[in-house]
Each structure stands twice: as structure tokens, then as C-alpha cells.
């Protein structure tokens, strides 16, 4: 969890290198982030219940206090904690040590509480690029392989990246889930041809020059991994590479 972390890391950096703690101010009981969405709805007049529209899932956003343990130095401690937590005005990656949790975050406001003698602690808020947080990066691979298993131990379905190197000879290489028959694959792909699809942004880039596969990509569909087990049958000698990380409520 969040507020039982003392320590966390930033872009890479952890918080110790600054003399920084995560702290709670309030007493009791503490509140932890978990998801964000809106229900988007329509009031209709002598209608009990609105007409519901649709769920909409909204990026996480929560406060976080960091404390200097032991003070700070001077001006320029401030200055140098400030140029880290502003980073370059990207999501950069945020983890805390008792969470499991990656969160991708842009600190969006900050405020700086002083006794005006060397000690004080910030106040930020947390804006995430997404409605939750992450796992660690898991990448897996596969050469020449007749299934693939897959487990998603997280808590929504997952959409990687992959990349598909066709080892044989011209034609349609693909993944048939054997749960739900849906086919991710292409119709046609080169020998040695090696294309990379972002299954959540719809991105499909072939290694071979002025090659366009998106029109190739079979019922223009982008696999999902659902949550549990996930096993498909290998259609054609390729190798496959995936990366992704799982989706974690909490």
C-alpha cells in the first residue's frame, strides 16, 4: 500500500537520495487509491431511474506528502527536489516500497510546507495516465512454438505488444485462442518479415520498408489477454515476443 511505504522511487531515482520519506499527516484510517471512472447518465423527467449511457474510465489522480527525514541543506536541495519531481513534464514511472504497484505519474501540483528553518515537507498531487496502476513489466518469448499459455494475474484484460517473426515461407501466420476462437494474426507475411503490433494504441509496423500490414491484420482484430489463463495454438513457424504489464486494482 501506499501509505505504509516509507520509501518510493521516481524516474528511476529513489526517494533516499534527496533525504525524502513518504508520510501520512492524518491520523486513523488512511485512504488508498484504486480506480477512477465516471458514470455518464441522462436524467429523464418521470423516469425513476436515468438512462444510462456509458461507464467512462477516468486517469487516477491522489495527494502524497513527502518529508525531508532530516531537513534539507539549503536552496538548492530545494531546487534540485524540485527539478526531480517536475522531471520534463511527461507520466514518469512511480513506484513506493510496500506497493506492488507501478503507477505512471505527473506530479501536476506541489506545494512546499516549511518551518522556516530547514525542515518542511511537500504536498503533490498524483496525476496517472491511467485509470489504475501497473505490475512490473513481464516479456515473454517464444521460438517455433505449437501453443502458447499465458496467465493475466491482474484485474482487467490486457492488451501487449508483440512482435511476430514469420521463420517460414510467405504467408498467414497466427494465434488462435482456443477458449474464445478468436484468430490475431496476418494473412500474409513475408519469410523473415517481422512485424510489431501495440495491441492498445492499433499500431502495426512491418521491419520491411514502405510495407503496410494493418489491411493484413486478420478481422482487424488487436489480441487481449484475459484475465486468468490464456492458451493458443500457433498456426505457421514464427517467433513471438510479448510485453505487457498487468492491470492492479489495488
Not at 131 to 141: R, T, Y
Request: charged share 25%; with cysteine; aromatic share 12%.
Amino acid at each position: 500500500m501506499i501509505r505504509n511505504s516509507e520509501y518510493f522511487t521516481f524516474n528511476g531515482q529513489d526517494s533516499r537520495l534527496y533525504n525524502i520519506i513518504n508520510v501520512n499527516l492524518e491520523g486513523g484510517l488512511l485512504e488508498e487509491p484504486t480506480y477512477s471512472r465516471t458514470i455518464v447518465e441522462t436524467a429523464i423527467p418521470g423516469r425513476i431511474k436515468p438512462y444510462h449511457h456509458r461507464t467512462d474510465e477516468n486517469p487516477l489522480s491522489f495527494s502524497v506528502v513527502f518529508k525531508f527525514e532530516n531537513g534539507f541543506d539549503n536552496d538548492e536541495h530545494l531546487r534540485q527536489v524540485s527539478r526531480w519531481l517536475r522531471a520534463d513534464g511527461y507520466y514518469k514511472p512511480l513506484k513506493f516500497s510496500n506497493d506492488d504497484r507501478t503507477f505512471f505519474v505527473i506530479f501536476d501540483t506541489s506545494t512546499l510546507t516549511t518551518n522556516c528553518a530547514n525542515d518542511g515537507y511537500y504536498t503533490l498531487n498524483v496525476r496517472c495516465n491511467a485509470p489504475w496502476g501497473f505490475s512490473d513489466e513481464i516479456e515473454l518469448d517464444w521460438t517455433s512454438p505449437s501453443t502458447i499459455t499465458i496467465v493475466n494475474n491482474g484485474d482487467e484484460i490486457i492488451l501487449p505488444q508483440i512482435w511476430i517473426k514469420n521463420l517460414g515461407v510467405t504467408g498467414t501466420v497466427k494465434l488462435v485462442n482456443t477458449g474464445t476462437d478468436k484468430e490475431f494474426g496476418f494473412t500474409e507475411i513475408a519469410q523473415n518479415e517481422t512485424i510489431f503490433v501495440d495491441c492498445e494504441n492499433g499500431d502495426v509496423l512491418s521491419d520491411i520498408p514502405e510495407t503496410y500490414r494493418l489491411d493484413d491484420l486478420i478481422d482487424l482484430y488487436f489480441l487481449e489477454l484475459d484475465l486468468g489463463v490464456n492458451e493458443f495454438s500457433v498456426v505457421g513457424d514464427v517467433e513471438v515476443k510479448m510485453k505487457y504489464r498487468e492491470i492492479l486494482l489495488a
